[in-house]
């Protein structure tokens, strides 16, 4: 490994990497920042597998190396866990390499697992990365040997909310002071996450939805933690026959390290809609590229997953001015002010969040206050001040 140059006025050369070639919420907030990054203050080269990040990366002008990469579970399994550690190990050497190639000063691994990763190149002469946090670990033998590897190993932790970062607390022994986790929310591309810039009755004439019937929205990866299922239940629970809703994502992740059965419960959602005599109000659209175009379309946006990390789509409904009504657990409360910005509802309660859908759905005048109010909030997740504080963790990394 070349060694670290003194801070100057050259930019900083930044490696980083990422386990997985898809593009969900750690991807976007990724790429979001790297796009904020200025070319004076940073040169950055992505390590990834070959696909859809990657093309992304390319098409922000910026180097790509491919690297292995891993599906690495948090669970412990004899029929697994050896060949998930044989794809770390060779990932970190990969790693390892590209540092070298690059003559980077910084590696940055953007998720828990690439942060196992680019920790594994420390053996091959890597320095000890920034480990960004994105995810919520449930409590198990598995997820917290992960994390306490992180607390040992990197050479800062940067944590998506404060909810994220309070997980370090129960381990044995937490990292404190210097080495505490920094929280830095996520950044919203507020330039394309603007109300101005899209016509609601064009946004669902676009996507073929109803054009005056009150909309909802659910958007995320289908996957039981998600609650898209509930999202269904509050829609018959709403008390309003006219409205409807949009269930946008696709069951993404399957394999060892998925916590869930993603594909039976994608195919089961038509099946609840049926049962509870909605099914001719739900619209099931797939993964939806123009996310802005389909939150123009929409009245109100549910985010009723069993925890957020962080809850991205939280801020990009807000920034598209909506009223938001978002689980109570992890993020959110972070993002939201309840009852001023948004609203707070714990989750897997549909009949609660049916009753409050019901009214907001009834009362325009409060919507149209809520969601300006979110939008004038959605500010404070600026891509440059998002940056900004990143490149300062960078610094403080380097001394």
Known sequence: MSPRRPLGRDPL????????????GAELSLLTLLAAIKPEDATVTV???????????SELGLEHIAIRGTDASFRLSPRTTPPELLALARSSWQVARAAKATGADVIHANTT???????????FGAPAPLVHVRDWAPPGRAADAVLGVVARRAGVIVANSRHVAEQ????????????????IHNPIDLARFDPARHD???????????????????????????????????LAASGIDEAHLVVAGSAKFA?????????????????????????????????????PQLLAALDVLLVPSWEEAFGRVVVEGMAMGLPVI?????????????NRTGFLLPPREPDQWGSLLGVLLRDPDRRDRIGAAARDAARDYDPAHHAAAVLAVYRDLLG
């Open 200 to 234: 609601r009755h064009a946004a669902r004439a676009a996507l073929g939805l109803p054009l005056d019937a009150p909309l909802v929205g659910v958007v995320g990866q289908l996957t039981p933690w998600k609650g898209q299922d509930d999202a269904i239940r509050a």
């Open 168 to 183: 370090f607390g129960r381990l044995a022994d937490p990292p404190r002071g210097r080495r505490a986790p920094r929280v």
């Open 255 to 291: 394999g060892p390290a998925a916590r869930f059965d993603n594909q039976a419960f994608a195919e089961g959602l038509p099946a609840l809609a049926t049962e509870l005599g909605v099914a001719d109000r739900v619209h099931f659209t797939g993964e939806i590229d123009d996310v």
């Open 113 to 123: 697992r690439a942060g196992l990763i680019a920790i594994g190149a420390r053996r």
């Open 47 to 57: 390590a990834s597998p070959e696909g859809q990040l990657a093309d992304r990366v």
């Open 13 to 24: 050369r930044v490696l980083v990497v990422n386990q997985t070639a898809s593009t969900s």
């Open 326 to 338: 978002a689980t109570s657990n992890g993020g959110p409360p972070e993002i939201i002010g309840d």
